[in-house]
């Protein structure tokens, strides 16, 4: 069984950065590939961005490409997302996730229905 657990997150001025964590457990991460979602308060939960298992390409929503930066070091099992240019439109409550992809450099960034495993989520509130 495979854990997620993110961290990062924070209240932060618009403007301002963060870079959110996302630490595996349970299993070698190097398997699986690894999105990020986001959910505001009475909305649903979208896809913001992705990286594949093998860690070449990172995928993301076109409303934050620009902004934010996803990386993976698998010898760590944790996935990381960068944020720049923070925006109160950012505000959600930021989840990571996983499902088995090995060796292949795609991932979903969009469609939740891949993933398997999902974290508890990690608030990120943008206000000044």
């Known amino acids: 069984q495979l854990q997620l657990v993110e961290s990062g997150g924070g209240l932060v001025q618009p403007g301002g950065s963060l870079k959110l964590s996302c630490v595996v457990s349970?299993?070698?991460?190097?398997?699986?590939?690894i999105g990020w979602f986001r959910q505001a308060p009475g909305k649903e939960r979208e896809g913001v961005s992705c990286?594949?298992?093998?860690?070449?390409?990172?995928y993301y929503a076109d409303s934050v490409k620009g902004r934010f930066a996803i990386s993976r070091d698998n010898a760590k099992n944790t996935v990381h997302l960068q944020i720049l240019s923070l925006k109160p439109d950012d505000t959600a409550v930021y989840y990571c996730?996983?499902?088995?992809?090995?060796?292949?450099?795609?991932?979903?960034?969009?469609?939740?229905?891949?993933?398997?495993?999902w974290g508890q989520g990690t608030q990120v509130t943008v206000s000044s």
């Open positions: 349970g299993f070698t991460a190097k398997f699986y590939a």
């Open positions: 996730a996983a499902y088995w992809k090995p060796y292949l450099d795609v991932c979903e960034v969009v469609s939740l229905a891949p993933y398997e495993y």
């Open positions: 990286i594949s298992s093998v860690g070449i390409s990172g």
